[in-house]
Nanobody
Framework: EVQLVESGGGLVQSGGSLRLSCTASGSALRDYHLAWFRQAPGKEREAVSYIGVSDCTTYYGDSVKGRSTVSSDNAKNMIYLEIRNLKPAATAIYSC????????????????WGRGAQVAVSA
């Protein structure tokens, strides 16, 4: 089973950008379908982006479409999420998740999760 650890969170000013990293160990990410989710206080978990590492297929949630890039580095066994033009509504805990079967936006389909990285966007 793959273990995931997020990094790169922090405090960002409104309009700024942030790049999150998700480092995997225990298994190769190319064998998984991966996604980024976020959860703000008091709100439901929201799908942010998906990447199929084996074929580099990417999808983005409506809230970040056009302002976000998800990518992978197979040599480093990592995936990345960059979000540009951040707004305070993007304040949340961002988590990466992995699934052996394609799950897309269904969080319940992901069997492996990182602990998350806190992102706070100031007004």
């Amino acid at each position: 089973e793959v273990q995931l650890v997020e990094s790169g969170g922090g405090l960002v000013q409104s309009g700024g950008s942030l790049r999150l990293s998700c480092t995997a160990s225990g298994s190769a990410l190319r064998d998984y379908h991966l996604a980024w989710f976020r959860q703000a206080p008091g709100k439901e978990r929201e799908a942010v982006s998906y990447i199929g590492v084996s074929d580099c297929t990417t999808y983005y949630g409506d809230s970040v479409k056009g302002r976000s890039t998800v990518s992978s580095d197979n040599a480093k066994n990592m995936i990345y999420l960059e979000i540009r033009n951040l707004k305070p509504a993007a304040t949340a805990i961002y988590s990466c998740a992995a699934s052996e079967d394609i799950s897309m936006w269904n969080a319940l389909g992901y069997e492996c999760w990182g602990r998350g990285a806190q992102v706070a966007v100031s007004a």
